[in-house]
């Protein structure tokens, strides 16, 4: 690859964000050499990255773009076990496309893995999906059977998020039976743990006793990793929880907490408050509950603020840079005109030498010529430097405003989050299966309400939602959740747009309770059809369809129905049109007056 080839610039621009540490000395093998940086990323993810960005540092000095994408994929490791996401991702996503590029299908394979395993834990289930798969793709060409075999497991692992429980079993069981039957009996852990996650889910007690019982005949080397025992410790607490044994679970999650705390996974932590949480409201000690659960929420704002940190920082240090961009540039210019001046004395002595009075008159006139366009260079740099100043002030209060913007937005999805939290600590205490209905519905809404705050921090305009994506998530998430052996098929035509807040909310509202609706009550069970949505402008107005082609409704049964009447409530707040037929199914359609300008994502 040329060496100033535009992925080359990249990594070099990632030199400013790697300032010099002082680290304990360490021998040039031990420092420079990329195995002993992966160890080091495994067992001490803290101090990985400091040494990697050392390291890092290093590779860009050498202009080695290969060795400055396997640095980067380290680094996104080390930040993916701390719990620092958007870094993983940053890092990962600077290694892609040297490998790509190189067609290097081991390490395509690996950063593949390794970014859907990030969105997975932001919970963008779609995005990890895809990733996971271009990994299987990518590890079948290898002809890698671990590799395969994990990729199933994390496809397993995001499909079990979207309750697509048989393709979620199915996935785990090849996964396992790919170790099992090629000697790889210390790599089974990954598969029987979220196997057996899955059991319990299922409340399928028996066989998780079971899978547990062939997790701990494992050869050591399967949970030789803090992640893995800490994931066993949680599932076998979890067993007990669900078995009667509470007292011995809180035993064991404490345990796990112990060791990602030890070891600073934040994300693990803030996995283990959530499990002591939940263990100590079974315990009826609802004081602790509420306590872990808001250290939970706490690591996720902690982490938010680390990241504003940084990107302060880096503002910053372009700022003190630019200002010494600016110095240079100026005293470049004062040593020119020094150089031209001394050049035009030394014109004017030969020029004396040969007439006097000629001679006064240049000197007249280049000393009036000097000092007007003096006055000028100066009157122009003064006007710039101003018109700068002014710039850069706009800049970094429009910038400010972006950040204390999204601030805002993280803050009230992690709300919105914590009250989802409670309402299910509350509905697992209940045995009403009816009051258990209506809080599951609270919760979605709840969730749609959540999904718009966070596309409003995570996009690159904190005012406004991209519809589209936001639509199409709804769809997937309700499309999972609908009725047991339904085979029905849902479908989208939603036009790129950018919606502000006052729209996109009561829209997504609208969307979850027609989706939720049909996909619980259009069709018998067995019985195959279509539910879909699509959203488009229609000259000053958007036009917003969902619709089905079940077995109908009839007209009267929606008057006293709570969904119904928040709908009614949405729209006329938007002052919307609804009309609604039963003709070969259900068709609701909307006619949505909008005042603002129509954009495009």
Same mark, same amino acid.
């Given at each position: ?56 540092? +290093? ?34 996503? +600077? ?74 079993? +199915? ?431």
């Amino acid at each position: 690859m040329p060496k100033h080839s535009p992925l080359y610039l990249l990594f070099l621009l990632l030199s400013v964000q790697l300032p010099a540490q002082d680290l304990p000395e360490l021998s040039p093998e031990a420092l420079y050499h990329n195995d002993s940086l992966w160890n080091m990323t495994l067992e001490n993810p803290p101090l990985a990255v400091p040494y990697g960005k050392q390291l890092l540092s +290093r590779a860009l000095k050498e202009r080695n773009i290969e060795w400055c994408a396997d640095i980067s994929a380290r680094l996104s490791v080390a930040y993916d076990l701390l719990g620092y996401k958007d870094s993983a991702a940053y890092f990962a996503l +600077r290694a892609l496309p040297v490998y790509e590029t190189l067609e290097d299908l081991a390490d395509m394979a690996f950063v593949y893995n390794g970014l859907g395993l990030i969105y997975y834990s932001q919970k963008q289930y779609p995005l990890a999906i895809s990733y996971h798969k271009r990994s299987l793709d990518t590890e079948i060409q290898l002809k890698n059977l671990e590799g395969v075999a994990s990729s199933m497991v994390n496809l397993g692992i995001c499909y079990a998020y979207l309750d697509s429980t048989e393709r979620t079993i +199915r996935y785990y069981l090849q996964a396992d039976s790919i170790y099992r039957n090629n000697g790889m009996e210390q790599m089974r852990s990954g598969a029987l743990s979220n196997l057996l996650n899955m059991y319990l889910r299922l409340k399928e007690y028996d066989r998780a006793r079971t899978i547990m019982n062939e997790l701990k005949k494992l050869p050591p080397k399967g949970l030789e990793l803090p992640e893995d025992r800490i994931m066993q410790l949680n599932l076998e607490a979890s067993l007990l929880l669900n078995t009667g044994q509470p007292q011995a679970a809180l035993a064991l999650h404490r345990k796990a907490t112990a060791l990602a705390e030890q070891f600073r996974m934040r994300e693990k932590m803030r996995e283990c408050y959530e499990k002591l949480a939940e263990n100590h409201a079974r315990l009826q000690r609802y004081d602790s509950a509420y306590h872990y659960l808001f250290k939970s929420t706490g690591i996720g704002d902690s982490l938010y603020n680390v990241q504003l940190a940084a990107q302060v920082n880096d503002l910053s240090l372009q700022y003190e840079t630019e200002k010494k961009d600016r110095a240079l540039a100026e005293l470049r210019v004062r040593n020119l005109q020094d150089i031209q001046k001394q050049r035009l004395q030394d014109e004017e002595l030969r020029e004396k030498k040969l007439q006097i009075y000629i001679l006064g008159l240049l000197i007249f006139i280049a000393s009036g010529t000097v000092l007007a366009l003096a006055y000028i260079v100066r009157t122009n740099r003064r006007n710039n430097r101003l018109l700068q100043e002014k710039n850069r002030l706009i800049e970094e209060n429009l910038q400010h405003r972006e950040i204390l913007l999204g601030e805002v937005h993280h803050r009230v999805k992690n709300n919105l989050q914590l009250v989802v939290s409670i309402l299910q600590l509350q509905a697992r205490s209940l045995d009403d299966e009816k009051v258990r209905s209506v809080l599951d519905d609270c919760i979605h809404r709840i969730h749609t309400m959540g999904r718009i705050h966070r596309q409003l921090y995570t996009g690159d305009n904190p005012e406004t939602v991209a519809i589209r994506p936001f639509i199409q998530e709804i769809a997937e998430v309700l499309g999972e959740n609908g009725k047991p052996g339904a085979p029905v098929r849902f479908e989208s035509d939603i036009e790129a747009l950018q919606l502000p807040l006052e729209y996109a909310v009561p829209l997504g509202l609208i969307i979850n309770e027609l989706l939720t609706n049909a996909a619980k009550y259009a069709f018998d069970d067995n019985t195959a059809g279509t539910i879909g949505v699509s959203l488009h402008r229609d000259g000053e107005q958007l036009r917003l369809s969902v619709y089905d082609n079940g077995k109908g409704m009839d007209p009267g049964s929606t008057g006293d129905s709570f969904g119904f009447r928040l709908i009614g409530s949405m729209v006329r707040q938007i002052g919307a049109e609804w009309n609604t037929g039963y003709s070969g199914g259900t068709r609701h359609i909307f006619f949505i007056p909008f005042t603002g300008q129509f954009k495009t994502t």
